[in-house]
């Protein structure tokens, strides 16, 4: 019998299958490898800033203090590059804005956080700042390519890894344990990003999904470390390509890219840059799994003991990742409460049954 069968290998469910590995737990990872995964669209970018009012995200000290750590160290570890702490720079959209900015970055709250001026490295760019720009000093990003594939090749040693799309029907939830075809386990853990919509246990959860696109452009020969962010953000990947993202679109929630996408990426872009020959490499679009109240979803079914989700991810599963996986693990096998937060319970009363 083994301990958990996790369904999703995407973020979610690769982290947390890690964290459980840790402990000890034998594993049975289902996974369709779905190409419009959210991991293979997303920029890879952690910043738990939100740019709209200028304040820190939910548990923002303790996210970024253990995102920064836990990439950190499976990169040193697995000794394979995926993983770079940076500094993202905001350009102020007008006055107000750059007034806002210049307080907060004063207060008690954000002063570890925000600073009010910008790396010097941007005045080789072709940038226009009329209002100037300040730094976010705790940021990073992963490579997910690289890392998804280095994390998949260590889960692979550990536990059983089934690369099929999960068949509902084939799975029997008894009192003592659950059953998937041949598969014995005490638990299963659902982990299926925005897939969620359409699992049978927890399609009720209030998700409010979000689509978004993104472009890879060549480098005209742009050398920069820090993440620039004008609402949207552009990466050097270091590799003769640039990456920026996203959009939002609550609407069409399919996987197709839009020219609308393209253009609205690149009119952003032209907003802050006196450049205009940008050659498109690559556009991608996927499904964000946002859910009504932008926090995580995480807990037990209301009916069934050993049935539990891990998703809710939102915009930000690359900083969210490691520090819910923790406190899952910490409910799943140790009995530690979830946070109220995160925890599917605040869902229940209203959107079961
Ligand atoms: C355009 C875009 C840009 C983004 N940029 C960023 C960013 O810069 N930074 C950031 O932190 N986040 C970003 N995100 C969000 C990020 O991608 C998500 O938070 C994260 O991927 C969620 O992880 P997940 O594992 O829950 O879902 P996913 O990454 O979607 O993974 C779900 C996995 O479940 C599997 N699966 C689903 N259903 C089944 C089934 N029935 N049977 C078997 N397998 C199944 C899929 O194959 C997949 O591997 C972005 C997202 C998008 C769309």
């Not at 594993?27 to 190409?35: K, N, Q, R, S």
């Not at 990947?237 to 993202?245: F, H, S, T």
């Not at 939002?248 to 009119?267: C, V, Y």
């Not at 009916?303 to 930000?316: A, C, E, I, S």
């Amino acid at each position: 019998m083994h301990d958990y069968i996790i369904v999703g290998n995407g973020l979610a469910g690769a982290i947390l299958s890690y964290r459980l590995n840790e402990e000890g737990k034998s594993i049975v990872i289902v996974d369709e490898d779905a190409p419009e995964a959210a991991w293979k669209v997303a920029g890879g970018v952690w910043n738990a800033i939100s740019f709209k009012r200028i304040i820190k995200g939910w548990m923002a000290d303790e996210m970024t203090d253990e995102a920064d750590a836990f990439y950190q160290k499976l990169q040193d570890q697995w000794k394979i590059e995926f993983y770079e702490a940076k500094k993202i720079v905001r350009i102020f959209s007008d006055v107000h804005f750059q007034n806002t900015w210049l307080s907060k970055s004063d207060s008690p709250e954000l002063t570890s956080f925000l600073s009010d001026n910008s790396p010097n490295e941007l005045e080789t760019l072709p940038l226009k700042m009329p209002f100037g720009a300040g730094t976010v000093k705790k940021g990073g990003h992963v490579q997910l390519g690289v890392f998804m594939k280095a994390i998949k090749a260590h889960l692979n040693k550990s536990a059983t890894l089934i690369n099929e799309k999960f068949d509902f029907d084939s799975l029997t939830v008894n009192d003592e344990h659950v059953e998937y075809k041949e598969i014995k386990a005490r638990n299963i853990v659902f982990c299926e990003g925005y897939e969620v919509i359409n699992n049978p246990f927890f399609s009720w959860l209030p998700m409010s999904l979000t689509k978004g696109e993104i472009l890879i452009l060549k480098n005209p020969g742009w050398k920069f470390d820090c993440i620039i962010n004008n609402g949207k953000h552009l990466i050097d990947l270091k590799d003769g390509r640039l990456g920026v993202g996203a959009t939002f679109d609550w609407k069409n929630l399919d996987h197709s890219i839009t020219e609308e996408g393209k253009e609205q990426l690149l009119d952003h872009l032209e907003k802050n840059f006196e450049f205009r020959d940008w050659k498109v490499l690559i556009q991608k679009a996927g499904i964000r799994p946002t859910v009504a109240d932008r926090r995580p979803l995480t807990g037990v079914h209301p009916d069934h003991p050993n049935v539990f989700v891990f998703n809710g991810l939102g915009t930000k599963g690359v900083l969210i990742a490691p520090w819910m996986a923790k406190k899952m693990v910490q409910y799943l096998v140790h009995g530690t409460a979830l946070p109220d937060e995160s925890n599917i319970q605040r869902f229940a009363k209203k959107h079961f049954r």
